[in-house]
């Protein structure tokens, strides 16, 4: 009687793996980000997804936050620095060059707020810092606010798009807002004067109108802001204008 059994199969027969890159597994961790979300992007999922064993991994990634970071330095390729070099405004140019990072962010909310702590430091990353920068001294802004600038300008557009693209996924979000309007509606004016007089204005506005205003609002107290120590600045350097206060990056 025949067996049903199926012969072995040689490994030589088998189809040979790709070899290992950092590209190649920044890709796959890209890929596994967008299909199942940021926390399934593990050393153990990643390696199951390339078929080899996390060990092999942390010879091109140390760690989770080099990983995120990499991640990071991907995503920010598909900003769109065409403004850089384009006619108009150098604060429209400006604007909407942050806007097209802070949309990138939007569509990934779990790297929006690793991107909070996550220092990426690649060409992409180099290059989005650059076109800022070139901006900002189109606009006559001294060098050393431009240097502040930079982080503060990226700090608002990351933390935003951290904020309201995982608001967005939340399965109450709706619930949640509807309830906030309703008691910025109610408020009683006896006790919440101001409140109670902008009643649903508080809550107007469509997303890309406010976070274009947000960055009108930097922009304009960037120009207008010297830093501590700069002639015209009324604040001593290492000072925040609060007792015992020390002064540091944004993010």
Do not use: C
Not at 35 to 46: F, H, K, Q, S
Not at 85 to 113: E, M, N
Not at 150 to 173: C, M, N, P
Not at 223 to 241: D, F, N, V, W, Y
């Amino acid at each position: 009687m025949a067996s049903d059994a199926r012969p072995p199969v040689s490994r030589r027969e088998r189809p040979a793996k790709p070899p290992l890159t950092r590209e190649g597994i920044v890709a796959a961790a890209v890929r596994i980000m967008q299909a199942e979300g940021l926390d399934r992007v593990t050393m153990r999922r990643l390696a199951q997804e390339l078929d080899t064993g996390p060990a092999s991994l942390y010879v091109y990634v140390r760690n989770t936050a080099e990983l995120h970071a990499a991640m990071l330095e991907d995503l920010l390729g598909q900003v769109d620095l065409a403004p850089v070099t384009a006619a108009g405004d150098w604060r429209d140019r400006l604007t909407a060059i942050l806007s097209s990072y802070t949309v990138i962010l939007f569509g990934q909310p779990g790297l929006a707020q690793s991107a909070l702590v996550t220092r990426p430091n690649g060409p992409a990353y180099l290059s989005l810092a650059e076109g800022i920068l070139a901006l900002l001294s189109a606009g006559g802004v001294p060098p050393a606010r431009a240097a502040w600038a930079v982080d503060l300008l990226l700090h608002f557009a990351t933390s935003t798009a951290a904020e309201q693209g995982t608001r967005q996924q939340a399965i109450d979000a709706d619930d949640e807002l509807d309830v906030l309007a309703a008691a910025l509606r109610d408020a009683p004016a006896g006790r919440f004067p101001h409140i109670a007089a902008l009643g649903a204005e508080l809550m107007s506005g469509e997303g890309p109108d406010r976070l274009g205003w947000g960055f009108a609002v930097l922009i304009s107290g960037i120009l207008q802001t010297a830093r501590p120590g700069e002639p015209g600045s009324t604040a001593e350097p290492g000072s925040t204008g609060q007792p015992g206060g020390t002064a540091g990056p944004v993010s």
